[in-house]
């Protein structure tokens, strides 16, 4: 009984959507699909930015070691413990924070590349293998966009360094500003705290 109406759905949504679709003057539209997760591990900058936390990482556990090497020397170090958790903790946000930064500059390299190939090309959409049920190898192009990130250059720096002023003190967390909410109305951080 579902599959009776279910038809007649999909022919309306088909409809529909030919109807939204721009007129290209019985020219056909040309689609390709690439990889994405692909292009996130196998690209130069990719790998780059694994290396640039990779080594990140390293610094963080080498201080951890430390200060688990003073607690296994005193377990009643309450000092060293109150620091482990402290560092810990800061390790873990700094993490956070710094493969996000990698995520959002190769996203941002990436996106470019695809919009550039895809112009040059002269491809309507590129849509991601992943989101594609099926489609014929013949218009996966995640090669030949893998050869154009890879001639990308990105330098990693530390999120952290840019949290701090030329003194070398942590910026504070929220500087005293005026801001838009979108309704016309001016909000300041102070105002945001009574929502």
Do not use: C, W
């Given at each position: 009984?579902?599959?009776?109406?279910?038809?007649?759905?999909?022919?309306?949504?088909?409809?529909s959507?030919?109807?939204c679709?721009?007129?290209?003057?019985?020219?056909?539209?040309?689609?390709?699909?690439?990889?994405?997760?692909?292009?996130m591990?196998?690209?130069?900058?990719?790998k780059?930015?694994?290396a640039f936390?990779?080594?990140?990482?390293?610094?963080?556990?080498?201080?951890?070691?430390?200060?688990?090497?003073?607690?296994?020397?005193?377990?009643?170090?309450?000092?060293?413990?109150?620091?482990?958790?402290?560092?810990?903790?800061?390790?873990q946000?700094?993490?956070q924070?710094?493969?996000q930064?990698?995520?959002?500059?190769?996203?941002?390299?990436?996106?470019?590349?695809?919009?550039d190939?895809?112009?040059?090309q002269?491809?309507?959409?590129?849509?991601?293998?992943?989101?594609?049920?099926?489609?014929?190898?013949?218009?996966?192009?995640?090669?030949?966009?893998?050869?154009?990130?890879?001639?990308?250059?990105?330098?990693?720096?530390?999120?952290?360094?840019?949290?701090?002023?030329?003194?070398g003190?942590?910026?504070?967390?929220?500087?005293?500003?005026?801001?838009?909410?979108?309704?016309?109305?001016?909000?300041?951080?102070?105002?945001?705290?009574?929502?």
């Open positions: 009984m579902q599959t009776r109406y279910s038809i007649p759905l999909l022919f309306v949504l088909m409809f959507l030919s109807a679709l721009p007129e290209t003057g019985g020219a056909k539209q040309k689609f390709a699909v690439v990889d994405m997760q692909r292009i591990r196998d690209t130069t900058p990719a780059a930015g694994v936390l990779e080594e990140i990482h390293s610094g963080m556990q080498k201080k951890i070691s430390a200060i688990q090497d003073r607690l296994e020397k005193n377990s009643k170090d309450e000092a060293a413990q109150k620091e482990l958790q402290s560092v810990y903790m800061a390790s946000q700094r993490m924070a710094e493969q930064n990698v995520i959002n500059l190769l996203d941002d390299v990436i996106q470019r590349v695809l919009n190939y895809r112009e040059q002269g491809y309507d959409v590129i849509l991601n293998a992943e989101i594609a049920a099926a489609y014929n190898p013949a218009v996966n192009v995640t090669t030949a966009v893998i050869v154009e990130v890879n001639k990308q250059k990105i330098e990693f720096k530390p999120v952290a360094a840019e949290d701090k002023n030329p003194a003190e942590a910026k504070p967390e929220m500087e005293k500003q005026t801001q838009d909410d979108g309704r016309g109305k001016a909000n300041s951080p102070a105002d945001a705290d009574k929502k």
